[in-house]
């Protein structure tokens, strides 16, 4: 009997398991859709394990149906929806490039909460706390990493932590400290880089 129960539960667990993140990560999607725009205040620490550096910055971004602005370390990225511009103040200096399969998924900040649409094999490591520690593998062997972790405060339908473990050792790990919606929504020209309002800058477009 009691082997019979042992087997049972091993069979039916990571059924279970399964349907839980399925769960996590669809409940934390739609709560995300509830805003019309997102500000998010976070942190990012690249670690490049082959040499044991590290550095961290801190970041802002908005979010705006499939629009996003992001300013980390002194550089914005501005996507409007059709079209990536990437612009280094001290340099003066503005790329203006389409974006690549890589950027629609994880250079948008609206990515981390629709992570449950990728291709990706699903583990649920613990839930404890009201943490759920997810690990995400990706059936794709083209991709440049080999796993994501996440962190999902599931009272709150929010992602706290997201860690990327890249196949050339260096690493990624971003720090939600804030996710709101803001007092006033961008308008969608708050997405889109304006060269008149930068005079001298340089452009160099590479569409």
Known sequence: MLACCIFAFTCTWPVQAQNEVKTILEQTSAK????????????????????DAEDTYSGKAYV????????????LTYFDGQVIYSYMPDMQEVNIRNPS?????FMNPAALFNIHKFNFKQKLVSHTDNIA????????????????????NTVENSITKVKSFGKDGINLTIILK???????????SFFKFDVTEHPGVEVIDMR
């Open 32 to 51: 995300m859709k509830e805003y019309q725009a997102i500000e998010l205040d976070f942190d990012v620490t690249i670690e490049n394990t082959a040499v």
């Open 64 to 75: 705006k149906g499939n629009k996003y602005r992001l300013d980390i370390g002194g550089m």
């Open 101 to 105: 399969a890589d950027d629609n998924e």
């Open 133 to 152: 520690f997810i690990e995400l593998v990706p059936t794709d062997s083209e991709k440049n990493f080999h796993k994501l972790a996440v962190w999902i």
């Open 178 to 188: 804030k996710v709101k919606s803001p007092k006033v929504i961008p308008p969608d």
